[in-house]
């Protein structure tokens, strides 16, 4: 039963940390957005005009790809709270697991790679 208790505590410390790395993201698209908006009025030319609204579109996907991984670690973790700690360690709860981790893997890359390539942006269009 130890093992059980640890091994679950360790898969609720994955999902609350995704979940804590997942609003910070997410706040973090609101001030990229504050940012494109500051340029979009400022009048550049039409190629600015272009990569902010491109920008835009992805921030929104984005949005809706945090919300949809913030959804399944909450409902994640309200099964893993429903445990019966006097059953058998079911490997069920980490196989389970496995595509929230992939899924989350990949997530955070793309959201890097989007950073990463709005950061050359402002650095382009910022003064």
Sequence with gaps: MQTK????????????TWRRELRFHFDEMDTFEEKLEEIAAREYNKSASISIEQFQNRILIEKDAISKLKHRCKNKMINLNKVNYEDELD???????????????TYIKMHYDLKEEMM???LNWLE
Excluded: G, I
């Design 5 to 16: 208790v640890s091994h679950l505590s360790d898969l609720k410390f994955n999902l609350e």
């Design 91 to 105: 490997m069920k709860y980490q196989s389970e697991h496995r595509p929230l981790m992939e899924d989350m893997r």
């Design 120 to 122: 050359t942006f402002f």
